[in-house]
């Protein structure tokens, strides 16, 4: 798991184009200035193609928080 965060830190960093992010299970789009609706799913979009995923229509808007997105990741990747 510790490697998915990892991961989706550093993808958070260069999508948002911010050094200075960390995130972990809680991080929610309130905490991430840009991270509006129209950044979701192009961010989505890119969470999917570095792991391999798909995210179902009711997983993308159901998601409270990164570490949901994390153990979906965790269950279905195959690159994770």
């Known amino acids: 798991m510790e490697q998915i965060y990892e991961r989706l830190n550093e993808l958070f960093k260069d999508f948002f184009d911010d050094d ?13 200035e840009d991270w509006d609706s129209l950044n979701h ?28 997105m994390a153990e979906i990741i965790k269950e279905r990747g195959k690159k994770a």
């Open 20 to 32: 200075s992010i960390e995130i972990d299970e809680n991080t929610t789009a309130e905490d991430i």
């Open 41 to 68: 799913i192009t961010l989505i979009d890119t969470v999917e193609s570095e792991f391999g995923v798909r995210f179902t229509m009711g997983e993308v808007s159901g998601m409270k928080n990164v570490g949901e």
